[in-house]
């Protein structure tokens, strides 16, 4: 069972920026990608950007040009670095490990935080 925690969450003004951090508890296969999720009040969850097994990287529009993500090489730690920040990028931020396809199904089998909140005030 592969242990997943996220840490950096907290509370920023808009145009601020914060950094999270996701480390998986062991070695996870070659063929896992790592990626970034995100769930505000009333709505679904939603993807954020990931790291596929092959290194290739992807965003969801809503934070293109604002967010990077990021994974230290041979270690299972991932980052996202968000800046100018926006108030309607309040959510609690999940990272999540498993097969590619978990990015486009997150309800496919893979492991998951348990969430890190970021409020960002206008």
């Known amino acids: 069972q592969v242990q997943v925690s996220e840490s950096g969450g907290g509370s920023v003004q808009a145009g601020g920026s914060l950094r999270l951090s996701c480390v998986a508890s062991?070695?996870?296969?070659?063929?896992?990608?790592m990626a970034w999720f995100r769930q505000a009040p009333g709505k679904k969850r939603e993807g954020v950007a990931v790291?596929?097994?092959?290194?290739?990287?992807s965003y969801e529009d809503p934070v293109k040009g604002r967010f990077t993500v990021s994974k230290e090489n041979g270690k299972n730690i991932l980052y996202l670095q968000m800046n100018n920040l926006k108030p309607e990028d309040t959510a609690v931020y999940y990272c999540a490990v498993g097969p590619d396809r978990l990015w486009d199904y997150p309800r496919s089998p893979g492991f998951w935080g348990e969430g890190t909140q970021v409020t960002v005030s206008s």
């Open positions: 062991e070695h996870t296969y070659s063929g896992y990608c």
């Open positions: 790291v596929r097994s092959d290194g290739r990287i």
